[in-house]
């Protein structure tokens, strides 16, 4: 779009201004961010991300999206086992970013009595009726981003984030809203894609569009290092924090399974200046690179999902607390 | 996505992944190969000759020019 034309759109605000013609088919929905305005950095356009999942929810009724849960759901499972370590029974859990619900759906009534679900993508909230869940569903749809609008303060029990925290642009403002929004000795349990999901396509990507175009834009996020959310958990105010990386590797015939998988997952490429296409020619030399570079020797292709799974408590009084250092009354030497 | 030929696949994307993939596999392979020796000092147009070769194999199979 040039830009007089884009300048001319943004202007035409009442509903009979001639509509904007759109050359390309794909989202361009939220305004560019101002450069000068204070505030986090914004990498992701969340609109268009609301878009891309309601798409992905409603394709084929549904179906396309059930079929494409299996990240999710092995996810969902080893968060699970670690909800399950916690010996205590909630009365709510509020799942933030839940989509249709892959973890909510794994809870029973022995751990929980109800679950919130809150998701900005309506669809994938919908997608699945109520009977498939074992505790008391509700839903709430609201942005992610802005948690404490719809949730009070010091009012949950425990929080929990199943793989959707790295389409947040502003994570440490978001841990912080998650904090306060707990109760004091409230537990926030959380799962997200880490630096290295996905690295084999990032780097085919790049080789092709550099081999083939001369130059690289970027097609697969940022994404958080496991000392980085450390560092964020301490800095929002959690205490006895817990992190981990955990490997999920899936093999796929080619790189076009994994890309239209990827689009059913509702997790296609939605970067504030992105490209909207990539050329048919890149694409196929991206291919014929992934292949070699990270084939199995089956033919298929490996993906990896890496995933830090981070638990962090609300402090409360009577939390129990690490010791002050140097208190310690046995020598190691002895026990060794 | 069936292992079909390029012209019964459904969609353009379609088709195009299963020339680049079943159809032209060795055009691909030897493309791969070349990228594979050069990547650490990757150039625009490094493994030219090895693609030209490949997009003319998806263009036939395609039966479409680009």
């Given at each position: 779009m040039s830009p007089s034309l884009l300048a001319r759109c943004s202007k035409s605000l009442s509903r009979n201004a001639v509509p904007c013609i759109r050359r390309l088919a794909s989202i361009s929905s939220s305004p560019s961010p101002n450069p000068t305005s204070v505030?986090?950095?914004?990498?992701?356009?969340?609109?268009?991300?609301?878009?891309?999942?309601?798409?992905?929810?409603?394709?084929?009724?549904?179906?396309?999206?059930?079929?494409?849960?299996?990240?999710?759901?092995?996810?969902?499972?080893?968060?699970?086992?670690?909800?399950?370590?916690i010996k205590r029974k909630f009365n709510t859990i509020l799942d933030l970013g839940?989509?249709?619900?892959?973890?909510?759906?794994?809870?029973?009534?022995?751990?929980?009595t109800k679950v919130i679900m809150l998701d900005s993508s309506e669809k994938s909230l919908h997608r699945d009726p109520d009977d498939e869940f074992e505790v008391e569903v509700e839903r709430i749809s609201a942005d992610e981003?802005?948690?404490?609008?719809?949730?009070?303060?010091?009012?949950?029990?425990?929080?929990?984030?199943?793989?959707?925290?790295?389409?947040?642009?502003?994570?440490?403002?978001?841990?912080?809203?998650?904090?306060?929004?707990?109760?004091?000795?409230?537990?926030?349990?959380?799962?997200?894609?880490?630096?290295?999901?996905?690295?084999?396509?990032?780097?085919?990507?790049?080789?092709?569009?550099?081999?083939?175009?001369?130059?690289?834009?970027?097609?697969?996020?940022?994404?958080?290092?496991?000392?980085?959310?450390?560092?964020?958990?301490?800095?929002?105010?959690?205490?006895?924090?817990?992190?981990?990386?955990?490997e999920v590797k899936v093999n796929y015939p080619s790189m076009?399974?994994?890309?239209?998988?990827?689009?059913?997952m509702g997790e296609s490429n939605a970067i504030i200046g992105r490209r909207n296409y990539i050329h048919r020619d890149t694409l196929a030399a991206a291919s014929a690179i992934y292949k070699e570079l990270?084939?199995?020797?089956?033919?298929?292709?490996?993906?990896?999902?890496?995933?830090?799974?981070?638990?962090?408590?609300?402090?409360?009084?009577?939390?129990?607390?690490?010791?002050?250092?140097?208190?310690?009354?046995?020598?190691?030497?002895?026990?060794? | 996505m069936p292992a079909t030929s390029a012209a019964t696949a459904t969609t353009p994307l379609r088709r195009l992944a299963?020339?680049?993939?079943?159809?032209?596999?060795?055009?691909?392979?030897?493309?791969?190969?070349?990228?594979?020796?050069?990547?650490t000092d990757m150039k625009k147009d490094a493994c030219k000759e090895e693609f030209a070769k490949f997009g003319a194999c998806l263009r036939q199979t395609m039966k479409r020019k680009w």
């Open positions: 505030g986090p950095f914004q990498v992701f356009d969340r609109e268009a991300k609301r878009i891309q999942k309601d798409r992905a929810a409603s394709r084929d009724n549904g179906e396309r999206s059930r079929t494409v849960d299996y990240v999710r759901e092995s996810v969902a499972d080893s968060m699970m086992e670690r909800l399950l370590d839940s989509g249709p619900g892959h973890l909510s759906k794994m809870l029973d009534s022995s751990t929980t981003e802005n948690l404490l609008g719809t949730i009070p303060r010091n009012s949950q029990e425990a929080i929990v984030s199943c793989l959707s925290l790295h389409w947040v642009n502003d994570l440490p403002g978001v841990l912080v809203q998650v904090k306060e929004a707990l109760q004091p000795d409230g537990v926030f349990m959380g799962a997200l894609f880490g630096g290295d999901t996905l690295f084999e396509l990032r780097t085919s990507l790049q080789l092709a569009e550099l081999e083939r175009e001369g130059g690289i834009s970027p097609h697969i996020s940022p994404m958080t290092d496991t000392r980085d959310m450390s560092n964020l958990l301490g800095r929002a105010g959690f205490t006895l924090l817990t992190v981990d990386i955990d076009w399974e994994l890309m239209e998988d990827l689009r059913d990270h084939g199995n020797e089956d033919g298929s292709i490996p993906a990896t999902f890496q995933i830090i799974h981070v638990i962090g408590w609300k402090p409360a009084p009577t939390q129990p607390k690490a010791l002050e250092r140097g208190t310690g009354k046995t020598n190691l030497k002895e026990i060794l | 299963v020339a680049s993939t079943v159809n032209c596999s060795t055009e691909a392979s030897a493309y791969g190969k070349c990228i594979l020796q050069t990547y």
